[in-house]
């Protein structure tokens, strides 16, 4: 089979090429260095597949990995630039035959040599000051006690369209940082959280003013049925002081207070009484009973 004569350098445009986290997944995929023998092709990349998967081509040795870190897109073109000549050694002593099979790839002496200088390329590449890419989850990046809704501006009438760009400038603010190249994570989910949670509290607060104002309608009602009951004011006057109708204050006094019935079905209850007098007492005899086999 054909092997390549010249090595063809395949060089990485942004700063954050080599960075890819799945969604699902707690970490990005691992980096290479990866020198294709059929096309000559050298170049960086990610393994795109999950859980440890390699494609069959590196297994039969017609293509060679060689595991970088994460390498910013300077980095990455840095090692290009030095892994090109060992590279094209490589190329010069490997030939693809046919075992049977499938094609397999194979180094002489020389090519070995060289595979193994830019094996030990690559792992100077992988130390400490290496520039690197790395994730800024949304949840490190405010975990320094900033509100992002006060940051952001972010409220319950926030539109999807303006969280859209409140998004993109909070991922913007994470790649300005200086000196690092950060690829900002979980900032959509993140935000659309924190809208939530003040469109929750809007939801408990129409709770407890529907809650209040069921109580204060039946306290309303039940003054309009009182002042009604004197004879002293007409139902234009209560109404007035009601803010309502007179027709409505009319219907409210015919109407009367809802009937409740106590827990043994015998007995009517009337405004504010929980049990009958009889049930009242049976539950009174009943604590004193508990209480005193406690004390016992």
């Given at each position: 089979?054909?092997?390549?004569?010249?090595?063809?350098?395949?060089?990485?445009?942004?700063?954050?090429?080599?960075?890819?986290?799945?969604?699902?997944?707690?970490?990005?995929?691992?980096?290479?260095?990866?020198?294709?023998?059929?096309?000559?092709?050298?170049?960086?990349?990610?393994?795109?597949?999950?859980?440890?998967?390699?494609?069959?081509?590196?297994?039969?040795?017609?293509?060679?990995?060689?595991?970088?870190?994460?390498?910013?897109?300077?980095?990455?073109?840095?090692?290009?630039?030095?892994?090109?000549?060992?590279?094209?050694?490589?190329?010069?002593?490997?030939?693809?035959?046919?075992?049977?099979?499938?094609?397999?790839?194979?180094?002489?002496?020389?090519?070995?040599?060289?595979?193994?200088?830019?094996?030990?390329?690559?792992?100077?590449?992988?130390?400490?000051?290496?520039?690197?890419?790395?994730?800024?989850?949304?949840?490190?990046?405010?975990?320094?006690?900033?509100?992002?809704?006060?940051?952001?501006?972010?409220?319950?009438?926030?539109?999807?369209?303006?969280?859209?760009?409140?998004?993109?400038?909070?991922?913007?603010?994470?790649?300005?940082?200086?000196?690092?190249?950060?690829?900002?994570?979980?900032?959509?989910?993140?935000?659309?959280?924190?809208?939530?949670?003040?469109?929750?509290?809007?939801?408990?607060?129409?709770?407890?003013?529907?809650?209040?104002?069921?109580?204060?309608?039946?306290?309303?009602?039940?003054?309009?049925?009182?002042?009604?009951?004197?004879?002293?004011?007409?139902?234009?006057?209560?109404?007035?002081?009601?803010?309502?109708?007179?027709?409505?204050?009319?219907?409210?006094?015919?109407?009367?207070?809802?009937?409740?019935?106590?827990?043994?079905?015998?007995?009517?209850?009337?405004?504010?009484?929980?049990?009958?007098?009889?049930?009242?007492?049976?539950?009174?005899?009943?604590?004193?009973?508990?209480?005193?086999?406690?004390a016992r």
């Amino acid at each position: 089979m054909t092997i390549a004569d010249v090595v063809t350098v395949n060089y990485p445009t942004a700063e954050d090429e080599l960075f890819k986290l799945y969604p699902g997944q707690h970490e990005p995929q691992p980096c290479h260095l990866d020198l294709n023998l059929e096309n000559g092709e050298l170049m960086v990349d990610y393994n795109a597949e999950t859980g440890g998967a390699y494609p069959a081509s590196m297994f039969h040795r017609t293509r060679m990995w060689l595991p970088i870190p994460c390498l910013t897109g300077t980095a990455a073109r840095m090692l290009l630039d030095q892994a090109t000549p060992i590279a094209q050694r490589v190329l010069a002593g490997a030939t693809i035959e046919w075992d049977g099979s499938t094609h397999v790839g194979g180094l002489n002496e020389d090519a070995q040599t060289a595979y193994d200088e830019l094996a030990a390329l690559c792992e100077q590449w992988s130390g400490e000051g290496v520039p690197t890419v790395s994730h800024m989850s949304a949840e490190d990046w405010f975990s320094e006690g900033d509100d992002p809704c006060d940051t952001y501006n972010i409220t319950a009438d926030t539109t999807d369209a303006e969280l859209e760009q409140i998004v993109e400038h909070a991922e913007q603010d994470v790649r300005n940082m200086a000196d690092v190249v950060h690829v900002p994570t979980g900032f959509e989910a993140y935000l659309t959280i924190e809208r939530a949670k003040l469109r929750d509290q809007v939801g408990a607060e129409l709770a407890t003013v529907r809650d209040d104002l069921a109580r204060l309608t039946a306290r309303r009602n039940a003054l309009i049925r009182q002042m009604r009951a004197w004879n002293d004011e007409s139902d234009r006057a209560i109404g007035e002081l009601a803010g309502v109708s007179h027709t409505t204050v009319q219907r409210i006094a015919e109407t009367g207070p809802a009937q409740r019935w106590c827990g043994c079905l015998r007995t009517r209850l009337n405004d504010g009484q929980e049990r009958c007098a009889d049930c009242e007492k049976a539950v009174a005899e009943l604590t004193a009973a508990v209480d005193s086999d406690g004390a016992r």
